[in-house]
């Protein structure tokens, strides 16, 4: 690091030891105007923690600032996830491209074939692009093109006619990102091979790699597509973000803040980590923190609940010894919905993935996971387990099921490969799930409008499931009624009855009338009508409080003499009672459930409660699902009193042939034999 000759006054000076005696001979010279120190971050050698010398040596360059315009309309034809990236990140580095410094004046690399004369007197520059070339000029063939071999190929400057001059090559090789850049032809050989392949393959459908590669790789190969074909040299990328550590900090081996991959493939399974990342904004550019927990919650909430579905048809498709098959025109209202639930997962998946928008796809497979274990499965287990427990299933059921899980593994394979792989192979025994064509909508009916009316009342059972814990009213206790008041509801009678299982009430009512039961309330967006409006914007919170607006389109509100349109606000439909009453999502409905517990209800809820112990006394004792029993139940003479009005319905959900009723504790204690 030391100056040499061409500096005379420092010359054998370390670099950084001269620094403060160039800046005096300056000063001495009356060449500096100012003399500021600023404290800044300097690069250091990673190895030997030393300052790095910059040095200004001549390179070989790209002239990106030539074509720099064209670079920026191809970018237009790219789809970039995030999208934002396009004329964000990358479009503003395009913006101010300069010109590509190519060369590397290093030993190892690809050299650069230029070769130029050794007599600056009789100047002459030879570029090559193919072997054929260069036996022509040089009369051998090259079997190796590095260094130190291809800088042995020399010959006389053709243009000094006193031949005394030699053309050699230059010292330089290729950076690397130019050997990357060119990837996409240098590949295939092309353009002494594969012409006829690259041409119809090129540009690329889609790429992935690390955000930042936007100055890197995918800067290179844009500018040489450019530069070589006017085309991009990707028609869609996703830039992903980095994988941090549970609390924000990089990864690191040393810390050891992070769980080995091998660990969480042993204990949760690769299909757990691979839909933990392909789930989150790690794949839309954004830095995700990775958590045991949250992989844990992935094989919770979407391996297990699949997998359970998947076990619950087996076990009792076996045990009924149905052969399923495909059947998509099952007239049952909840086969219906499933399979044109189905159908819209096709549809919004594919929508998704083309749009390379993994989180969005993920998202609609989690939400159809849970529609069909929390919904078609838990409201259809009757018919699965047939009349009263006995005799055979439902073949509609099965069939239904099956066609949906099969066509479920084709969809959700590329997020869950293993765990799919296996649930397709042991419902079809067919090859392999990843060899099997993405499903088509058209493979399914379509009845968006029942979907949409399930879906509503799916959302019902949950709010009026939360207004029941809210009141600390347990499910297994049967309430008298729920209402469902605003827009759609008088649509839902179809689909009432499921509602009235699932939150256990006797009567489920209906009606358009929503004014005694909540007010519609008007949000404006200040951040929005602030530019737009000024001071005016005070005037328009002032009269939306006082409810002083009203709606003259769908999308349009009016409000102290100015129209807000959609964007601009917000409608939120607030109960008048809280404890009993809860909006639905659109705000264009509410749920009111009936929280009065009458004797009756609460007779009939013991009744439920001993069902469900009993059940658990079954799974306990390992009986079959057929197996029919004799059971003994000791509780309180009140609380016998209570279940046994409900004998009849107690005996059908356990498979009892009898059960024999003994006084006992508060406690309730169970003992039963199979019969």
């Known amino acids: 690091g030391r100056f040499t000759a061409p500096v005379l006054p420092w010359e054998g000076e370390n670099v950084f030891d001269a620094n403060p005696k160039i800046i005096q001979h300056l000063k001495d010279e009356g060449k500096v105007l100012r003399h500021d120190s600023y404290e800044h971050n300097y690069p250091h050698c990673w190895r030997t923690d030393t300052p790095v010398i910059y040095k200004a040596i001549s390179s070989w360059y790209v002239e990106v600032t030539k074509i720099r315009s064209r670079l920026e309309e191809i970018n237009q034809e790219i789809n970039w996830v995030p999208e934002h990236v396009k004329d964000g990140r990358f479009g503003q580095w395009l913006a101010g491209a300069r010109d590509w410094s190519i060369s590397r004046n290093r030993f190892w690399g690809s050299p650069i074939p230029v070769w130029v004369s050794d007599n600056p007197d009789f100047p002459r520059t030879d570029v090559y692009g193919s072997l054929d070339e260069l036996e022509a000029d040089f009369g051998v ?3 190796d093109l590095h260094r130190p ?8 400057n053709p243009d000094d006619p006193t031949g005394a001059s030699t053309m050699r090559r ?11 850049g060119s990837m996409p032809f240098a590949q295939v050989h092309y353009p002494f091979e594969n012409k006829d392949w690259f041409e119809e393959h090129f540009p690329a459908d889609f790429i992935v790699e690390y955000i930042n590669q936007t100055r890197g790789w995918f800067y290179t190969l844009h500018v040489l597509a450019g530069a070589l074909f006017d085309r991009p040299a990707f028609q869609n990328v996703i830039c992903h973000g980095i994988l941090l550590a549970e609390d924000g900090n990089k990864l690191s081996k040393r810390l050891r803040n992070y769980t080995e991959p091998n660990e969480i493939f042993d204990s949760q399974g690769s299909d757990a980590l691979r839909w933990y990342l392909m789930s989150t904004n790690i794949v839309r550019g954004g830095d995700t923190r990775i958590s045991d927990a949250g992989i844990d919650d992935v094989t919770r909430q979407v391996l297990i609940p699949i997998w359970n579905a998947y076990s619950f048809f087996t076990l009792y498709a076996n045990v009924d010894g149905h052969s399923a098959s495909i059947k998509t025109d099952s007239k ?4 219906r919905y499933l399979l044109a639930k189905t159908r819209s997962l096709i549809e919004n998946t594919t929508i998704s993935l083309d749009a390379y928008d993994l989180p969005g796809a993920a998202a609609e497979i989690q939400s159809f996971i849970d529609a069909l274990n929390n919904w078609y499965i838990r409201r259809s287990r009757d018919r699965f387990w047939g009349p009263e427990g006995g005799g055979k299933g439902d073949p509609d059921a099965y069939d239904t099921l099956y066609t949906v899980l099969t066509i479920f593994t084709r969809i959700a394979s590329p997020f869950l490969p293993m765990i799919m792989e296996e649930i397709y192979g042991g419902l079809t025994g067919g090859q392999s799930v990843h060899l099997s064509d993405w499903p088509h909508p058209s493979e399914l009916p379509e009845d968006a409008n029942l979907v949409i009316r399930m879906d509503q009342v799916r959302e019902a059972a949950s709010t009026a499931l939360r207004l029941r814990e809210d009141a600390d009213l347990r499910v297994r206790l049967p309430l008298s009624s729920v209402t469902i008041a605003g827009h759609g509801a008088l ?4 689909v009432a009855d499921l509602l009235s299982e699932e939150i256990n009430v006797h009567e489920v009512i209906l009606s358009s009338d929503i004014d005694a039961s909540a007010t519609l309330n008007l949000r404006p967006n200040g951040n929005l009508l602030g530019p737009r409006l000024g ?14 607006w009203q709606r003259v389109s769908e999308n349009q509100v009016e409000v102290a003499g100015h129209l807000l349109e959609s964007t ?3 409608l939120m439909l607030e109960p008048t009672d809280p404890t009993t009453t809860a909006s639905l999502k659109a705000n264009d409905a509410v749920v009111i459930l009936d929280t009065k517990v009458t004797p009756e209800l609460e007779a009939e809820g013991s009744a439920r409660d001993l069902i469900r112990l009993i059940q658990q006394s079954r799974k306990d004792a390992d009986l079959e699902v057929t197996d029919r029993i004799f059971a003994e139940v000791e509780w309180s003479p009140a609380n016998l009193i209570e279940v046994k009005s409900h004998e009849a319905t107690i005996l059908a959900a356990v498979l009892a042939n009898h059960i024999e009723w003994l006084p006992g504790d508060l406690e309730p204690k169970i003992s039963l034999r199979p019969e």
């Open 141 to 143: 063939r090259p079997t």
């Open 149 to 156: 071999f291809i800088d042995e190929l020399t010959r006389p």
């Open 170 to 180: 230059v010292p330089e090789v290729l950076d690397c990102w130019f050997e990357s």
């Open 332 to 335: 049952h209202l909840l086969d």
């Open 491 to 494: 649509d839902l009678r179809e």
């Open 535 to 548: 001071a005016e914007v005070q005037k328009v919170f002032a009269a939306a409080k006082k409810g002083e």
């Open 568 to 570: 601009e606000f917000d």
